[in-house]
């Protein structure tokens, strides 16, 4: 019985000491995803005040297709006459 409680007592002393690095490792885990989300975050909001806003890339984008529109308008009348 001594031999059998001794091998008990080293898993079970095994098993904390996994489920102690277990613990630990998902805490660690946790703050390096936090640390990646964190960098997410600053990179976005430093890249849309660096870029122009969404409403003045939507009126670039029109006024560029208005002038293509009228471009190839204007090559479509000459071929026609």
Known sequence: MDER????????NNYKSMSEK???LK????EGFEDIK???KCFCDYSD??????LTEKIVYAMVS???IAFFGGI????IK
């Open 22 to 24: 277990i613990d630990d």
């Open 49 to 54: 005040s660096k870029y122009a806003s969404k």
């Open 38 to 40: 964190e960098e997410i």
């Open 76 to 79: 479509i009348t000459l071929i």
């Open 66 to 68: 208005m002038i293509l």
């Open 5 to 12: 409680d001794l091998k008990i007592n080293t898993l079970e």
């Open 27 to 30: 805490k660690s885990m946790n």
